[in-house]
């Protein structure tokens, strides 16, 4: 992780101290002695992580249930500055993303870099969200999330096209032993770093308890339908009443053929997120056809030598994890052996 010096962390502790007293503020009885924050909705449900661990999916199949509404956007990242020492935006501005959220029990955003934060973007969350606040945590075998981040920031030409995996595992590995590819300038080489679950999920652990759900993208590959009803069951709501659907993992990473043309398709995306997502179907149909023409090919799988490279790296840091896990009841996936 990137190491931040005594000004930043000022700058920090300054900031959530203006959030905090500005919601108590809020909470102050109005002159007819009901509260201020009636028109102030923030997320009690957030989708923390992983990258690359189906966060995208989660996100869409819990939003088919009736008692639950979606931020506007996915990824909202109003809490990602404390990840590199820097202060909050209004805790208003924050609060527009669920303005249409009226009568749903929960709303829920999904920044998947959230859980990089550890313990002080854990303990801003509860402060600014409230202490009834749940999070969900999605973890991924992390060679085949190193493997898939790799492919992810290529395909957002965020680095060479020509650049093969095991040169960028250099890269990353030096950047890991410098301590600082988690620094935002690093960012496409956190394919290595991101993997090491156990160094921050003990924070997370301490800050919510059992508010903290643990799922794996092995379960919402094999079985979406099973894991959703258990996430609807977890906040004890009646799977029921959830939207049938055909659920799918999205947000699948594709290979490109013309940089300066992905670029601009990337670019659309982005800026026509809310668009897009209230019409997913039109989405998908451009998707295709955008990658009819502009799609290349890149290996499925990284070569044997790769993933026995990544496999040694990872061994202690998954042994701490699963020992980590299995003191709130929670077992590794025997395929992470």
């Not at 203006?18 to 009885?29: D, H, I, S």
């Not at 799977?239 to 699948?252: F, G, M």
């Not at 990284?302 to 929670?330: C, H, I, W």
Request: proline letters at 5%.
């Amino acid at each position: 992780m990137a190491r931040h010096g005594k000004h930043g962390l000022e700058r920090v502790h300054t900031a959530l101290t203006e959030r905090f007293r500005w919601l108590e503020r809020l909470e102050r009885p109005g002159r007819d002695g009901s509260a201020n924050t009636t028109s102030l909705r923030l997320p009690n449900l957030v989708v923390i992580g992983v990258s690359k661990a189906g966060t995208t999916s989660l996100f869409d199949y819990l939003g088919r249930h009736p008692d639950i509404g979606l931020s506007d956007r996915k990824e909202l990242r109003y809490f990602t500055p404390l990840r590199y020492g820097e202060p909050l935006e209004p805790v208003a501005s924050y609060a527009e993303h669920f303005r249409h959220c009226l009568e749903e029990r929960f709303a829920v955003e999904a920044t998947p870099g959230y859980f990089y934060g550890g313990r002080t973007l854990a303990r801003a969350m509860r402060e600014i969200c409230g202490s009834t606040t749940r999070v969900v945590l999605s973890l991924r075998e992390p060679a085949d999330r190193c493997w898939s981040w790799f492919r992810f920031v290529k395909s957002r030409t965020r680095i060479p096209k020509d650049f093969d995996f095991d040169h960028y595992l250099d890269r990353c590995e030096q950047l890991h032993a410098a301590g600082v590819d988690g620094a935002v300038e690093n960012q496409a080489y956190w394919g290595l770093g991101g993997g090491c679950y156990s160094d921050w999920l003990d924070e997370w652990v301490d800050e919510f308890g059992d508010a903290l759900k643990v799922v794996f993208f092995d379960d919402l590959v094999t079985d979406p339908q099973k894991l959703t009803a258990e996430l609807y069951d977890w906040l004890e709501l009646d799977p029921l009443q959830a939207k049938p659907a055909d659920l799918k993992v999205e947000n699948k990473t594709e290979q490109y053929r013309n940089r300066m043309a992905q670029r601009a398709a990337v670019a659309v995306n982005r800026r026509g997120e809310r668009f897009f997502r209230r019409h997913p179907g039109l989405k998908r149909g451009l998707r295709s056809g955008y990658y009819a023409l502009n799609k290349d090919s890149l290996p499925a799988n990284m070569t044997e030598t790769s993933r026995e490279r990544l496999d040694q790296f990872y061994r202690p840091y998954n042994a701490r994890l699963a020992a980590q896990l299995k003191r709130t009841g929670v077992d590794l996936p025997v395929t992470w052996a």
